[in-house]
């Protein structure tokens, strides 16, 4: 096994749901450059882990020697530890972009902070080690920015390049190029690939600076030291789509399955699945009549949505809280007329918050009488059927292009 060597940052085991994924947890990477006269520290990690960062960062060196700190971004799982840095290095000047500077302004009180605004092409000179810096709006915020350490062709993009994944790996040698690729590309389909246009330009800007880039330094997951050039091509790839696989993703969301029917009849071609799905319901729009008390009523023609007894345990109705289920089979019918629709009653009582009771008539202070309305739900079979329909006709149009 390789020698251990001091990670300054902190490691996240704990983590398993981030950015609107599932992940096995994720480290929050900081940098310390020592130059011959002068040292840096790139980026931070959330609030909670001052200690554990400032506990890393002592084990190199004094949290006090530190001449510099560089905020490549403002999001608090690299900024939170700041105030605690400024606290203890009240002096130590803080150097990021015009757009970081005004998101510091609303994430913390920053009076007193020693805030140097930097732009593209700006320096930093450590004595015989130089930091570069380069702007990167939407990459994936408007205030990030990228650090180049020229000397030894070193590239700090913060989010860019990185991997949700703890590990006690540092670099992608130790995880293996594999791991190490598949967590990318899945950092990269949730979060970077939106700004794929801008990730192709800013990687053309790069290459137009004509800069070795040797090792990547993201501030998630492990750096790039054997990769470098792999995670760049990927990157390419990825945001031109050149790579991807010959399929179709129907992203469709549905409440009682009739979206369901005609995601599925899309996806088979035009086919008709065997059987619907058993308590589903499609609802019609009407006019509804909505009573308030016992005396005012008034007309509405707002979309009423059919609740299940599942999603609303208190709601009472006629058909005891179910959906009624559907046939077998769903057969084409004569065009839909409004004098088809079906009318139920479907009362429901919401009782005030904070009133016991909760729901009904009898608990607590009722207000139920004022959201008592009678809901029409159109014939199923008619609204199946087209929804059918619709599914093969779109099918038939994907086909054809």
């Avoid at 560089?70 to 203890?88: C, F, Q, R, W, Y």
């Avoid at 590309?185 to 990730?199: C, E, G, M, R, S």
């Avoid at 790069?206 to 990927?234: E, F, N, Q, T, Y």
Wanted: with cysteine.
């Amino acid at each position: 096994m390789p020698p251990r060597r001091p990670l300054v940052g902190a490691i996240d085991w704990n983590l398993r749901e981030y950015h609107g994924y599932t992940l096995p947890g994720t480290t929050y990477n900081a940098y310390l450059v020592r130059g011959g006269e002068k040292t840096a520290l790139i980026d931070g990690a959330y609030h909670g882990f001052e200690g554990e960062v400032l506990g890393r960062i002592g084990s190199v060196c004094d949290p006090e020697t530190i001449d510099y700190i560089v905020v490549n971004h403002i999001e608090m799982d690299h900024s939170g530890t700041l105030p605690a840095l400024v606290k203890k290095l009240p002096d130590t000047p803080i150097y990021c972009t015009e757009r970081a500077r005004a998101g510091l302004a609303r994430h913390y009180d920053i009076t007193g902070w020693k805030i140097r605004v930097v732009k593209s092409g700006d320096t930093l000179d450590l004595g015989g080690k130089t930091l570069t810096f380069l702007e990167a709006p939407m990459l994936h915020w408007p205030d990030s920015m990228f650090t180049y350490l020229a000397e030894d062709a070193i590239l700090f993009p913060n989010d860019a390049f990185g991997q949700h994944v703890a590990s006690a790996a540092r670099f992608d040698d130790e995880l293996g190029h594999g791991a190490a690729m598949a967590h990318a590309q899945k950092f990269f389909a949730n979060l970077i690939i939106p700004l794929a246009p801008k990730v192709l330009k800013k990687l053309d800007e790069v290459g137009g600076l004509g800069i070795d880039i040797r090792m990547i330094a993201p501030s998630h997951g492990i750096i790039w030291r054997s990769h470098a050039g792999d995670i760049l091509k990927a990157y390419v790839d990825w945001s031109r789509g050149g790579v991807a696989k010959d399929k179709v993703t129907i992203v469709y969301d549905t409440m009682h399955g009739s979206t369901t029917m005609m995601a599925k009849a899309i996806a088979e071609g035009g086919s008709w699945p065997k059987a619907p799905m058993s308590g589903s319901a499609c609802c019609g729009t009407g006019a509804t009549k909505e009573r308030t008390g016992a005396t005012s009523s008034r007309r509405s023609s707002t979309r009423r949505r059919f609740s299940s007894g599942r999603r609303h345990s208190r709601t009472r109705s006629s058909h005891g809280g179910r959906v009624p289920q559907l046939p077998p089979r769903v057969t084409a019918g004569p065009p839909y007329r409004k004098e088809d629709r079906v009318r139920v009653r479907v009362p429901r009582w919401h009782g005030r918050r904070g009133c016991s009771g909760g729901g009904g008539p009898e608990g607590g202070r009722d207000r139920g009488d004022r959201r008592r309305v009678p809901r029409e739900l159109p014939a199923g079979r008619d609204e199946i059927a087209r929804a059918y329909e619709l599914g093969r006709t779109v099918a038939r149009e994907i086909r054809a292009r």
